[in-house]
T-cell receptor, first 109, second 114 residues
Framework: AQRVTQPEKLLSVFKGAPVELKCNYSYSGSPELFWYVQYSRQRLQLLLRHISRESIKGFTADLNKGETSFHLKKPFAQEEDSAMYYCALLLNQGGKLIFGQGTELSVKP | ETGVTQSPTHLIKTRGQQVTLRCSSQSGHNTVSWYQQALGQGPQFIFQYYREEENGRGNFPPRFSGLQFPNYSSELNVNALELDDSALYLC?????????????FGQGTRLTVV
């Protein structure tokens, strides 16, 4: 069965500390993975996708097929990074996105 | 370019009633997906419409149905509402029929069933 797991509901760090939000997936096909972010009082928006291999707002994520993981990392957290982060897996059939339950990142001053 | 808009923003219904939620897709997008997000959970895929045809469905009962119109706007209809249907309903539009492109989300409709 296809599944996305984000083991941490809440991650709290201090400003300037490194951040790693964990995401593991279960999928028999070739995965296409995304990180979405929802800032307070804003809509859900795409942060980055693995096929782009890009860094957005200092965040990066590498797909590790051996460990079936797609962890989101940032070397130095900023207060404005505080938000809900969702890892999502795209299924080719019908463009269905499977989301993890989300991790709330809280960056303290 | 206008973004994805949903209406209404909040709604309270009684168990057993029917509800219709609306979504206007982003300009130029022909695909609309609907998601249900219960409190403390990630969004769950309900179904997707591409060029007015259903193009994939999640594990939701038939009382969840939808429509897409020629202008690519969409409706989500839920019949015989149950208390567990209380959730945030999200609409997302994208420019391709089978994913691979960015999905743009609306702000959601908060449905409360009492």
């Amino acid at each position: 069965a296809q599944r996305v797991t984000q083991p941490e509901k809440l991650l709290s760090v201090f400003k300037g500390a490194p951040v790693e939000l964990k995401c593991n997936y279960s999928y028999s096909g070739s995965p296409e993975l995304f990180w979405y972010v929802q800032y307070s009082r804003q809509r859900l928006q795409l942060l980055l996708r693995h096929i782009s291999r890009e860094s957005i707002k200092g965040f990066t994520a590498d797909l590790n097929k051996g460990e079936t993981s797609f962890h989101l990392k940032k070397p130095f957290a900023q207060e404005e990074d505080s938000a809900m982060y969702y890892c999502a897996l795209l299924l080719n059939q019908g463009g269905k996105l499977i989301f993890g339950q989300g991790t709330e990142l809280s960056v303290k001053p | 370019e206008t973004g994805v808009t949903q209406s209404p923003t909040h709604l309270i219904k009684t168990r057993g009633q029917q509800v219709t939620l609306r979504c206007s897709s982003q300009s130029g997008h022909n695909t609309v997906s609907w998601y249900q997000q219960a409190l403390g959970q990630g969004p769950q895929f309900i179904f997707q419409y591409y060029r007015e045809e259903e193009n994939g469905r999640g594990n939701f009962p038939p009382r969840f149905s939808g429509l897409q119109f020629p202008n690519y706007s969409s409706e989500l209809n839920v019949n015989a509402l149950e208390l567990d249907d209380s959730a945030l309903y999200l609409c997302a539009s994208s420019g391709a029929g089978t994913g691979g492109t960015e999905a743009f989300f609306g702000q959601g409709t908060r449905l409360t069933v009492v």
